[in-house]
């Protein structure tokens, strides 16, 4: 499956932003979807996932309330709203996908066997 993100850019803080994933070459409904991020220095992160069979899994308290992940498997499409940025979410996020029944840990970018390509996003203060 080829992942494909967008949706970065250049907000202030505070603003929102939507993250679009869309994939082709299989459908993802048999997918676990997942978003991370890599800041400048830093490791990847996880942020959210999308487990093939329903529900959210999110990071972080401090992105738990503000980063909501979807998807729509109808378009092949996952999302990440994010509401209330600040400078410390600039970073290029990433989708990523791994085939439902492997690994519980969706924490992990072990588990992922596709990656999208990233967008950035940097807010500014």
């Known amino acids: 499956v080829q992942l494909q993100a967008s949706g970065g850019g250049l907000v202030q803080a505070g603003a929102s932003l939507r993250l679009s994933c869309a994939a082709s070459?299989?459908?993802?409904?048999?997918?676990?979807m997942a978003w991370f991020r890599q800041a400048p220095g830093k490791e990847r992160e996880f942020v959210a996932a999308?487990?093939?069979?329903?529900?959210?899994?999110n990071s972080a308290e401090s992105m738990k309330a503000r980063f909501i992940p979807s998807r729509d498997n109808a378009k092949n499409t996952m999302y990440l709203q994010m509401n209330s940025l600040s400078p410390e979410d600039t970073a290029v996020y990433y989708c990523?996908?791994?085939?439902?029944?492997?690994?519980?840990?969706?924490?992990?970018?072990?588990?992922?066997?596709?990656w999208g390509q990233g967008t950035q996003v940097t807010v500014s203060s």
């Open positions: 999308a487990p093939w069979d329903g529900g959210s899994i």
């Open positions: 990523a996908a791994a085939p439902r029944g492997g690994s519980y840990f969706y924490r992990s970018t072990t588990k992922y066997e596709y």
């Open positions: 070459g299989r459908t993802i409904d048999t997918y676990d």
